[in-house]
């Protein structure tokens, strides 16, 4: 079965610092990979994704990540985070055989500090 | 275009009730899946419906159920409620054929507390 790991529980970083954020997969095929944010009372939002194709992926609000096969990563960056970003991120693993069920990391919480 | 709608937001029982949570997904969404959040355990899968049928199924006792209707609406229900089953759950829709695979638009969520 696939899984995901998010080593870090809780980052802070500094507002207009880099951020970035990672996440180990366990699969033994090309998974699909999401990153979700999900902000306090609110369901998930999704980021961006991976299926295939080009390894480097944007998505919104100036998030993009980095597919590395040979470590099994997904990890997320943001160039210059801004207070909105304070929230609690997600990767997670679809399986291509079972595509509409998705294993999730446990997250991680980014605090933002003026 | 209106998103996944779930109710009630909020609610509390108490233990050995029953409890039925409801999804509206998105229009012209066909697949709902329904998750679990708590902290201990993170968000873990419950089942997931398309076309009224339930086409994939979590590691949940059978305490948890769920039915989705011809209008693709879909609901829960958790019986017997016990403490630990104080979470948030979280509906998500997907297109579920043809769509993007894996690409799940979810609700607010329903906060049940089991006293």
């Known amino acids: 079965a696939q899984s995901v790991t998010q080593p870090d529980i809780h980052i802070t970083v500094s507002e207009g610092a880099s951020l970035e954020l990672r996440c180990n997969y366990s699969y033994g095929a090309t998974p699909y990979l999401f990153w979700y944010v999900q902000s306090p009372g609110q369901g998930l939002q999704l980021l961006l994704k991976?299926?295939?194709?080009?390894?480097l992926v944007q998505g919104i609000k100036g998030f993009e990540a980095e597919f590395k096969r040979s470590q099994s990563s997904f990890n997320l960056r943001k160039p210059s985070v801004h207070w909105s970003d304070a929230a609690e991120y997600f990767c997670?693993?679809?399986?291509?055989?079972?595509?509409?069920?998705?294993?999730f990391g446990a997250g991680t919480t980014v605090t933002v500090r003026a | 275009k209106a998103g996944v709608t779930q109710t009630p937001r909020y609610l509390i029982k108490t233990r050995g009730q029953q409890v039925t949570l409801s999804c509206s997904p998105i229009s012209g969404h066909r697949s709902v899946s329904w998750y679990q959040q708590t902290p201990g355990q993170g968000l873990q899968f419950l089942f997931e419906y398309f076309s009224e049928t339930q086409r994939n199924k979590g590691n949940f006792p059978g305490r948890f159920s769920g039915r989705q209707f011809s209008n693709s609406r879909s609901e829960m229900n958790v019986s017997t409620l016990e403490l630990g089953d104080s979470a948030l759950y979280l509906c998500?829709?997907?297109?579920?054929?043809?769509?993007?695979?894996?690409?799940?638009?979810f609700g607010e969520g329903s906060r049940l507390t089991v006293l």
């Open positions: 998500a829709s997907s297109q579920g054929q043809g769509g993007v695979p894996g690409e799940l638009f």
């Open positions: 991976y299926f295939s194709g080009d390894t």
């Open positions: 997670a693993v679809g399986v291509r055989s079972n595509d509409y069920k998705l294993s």
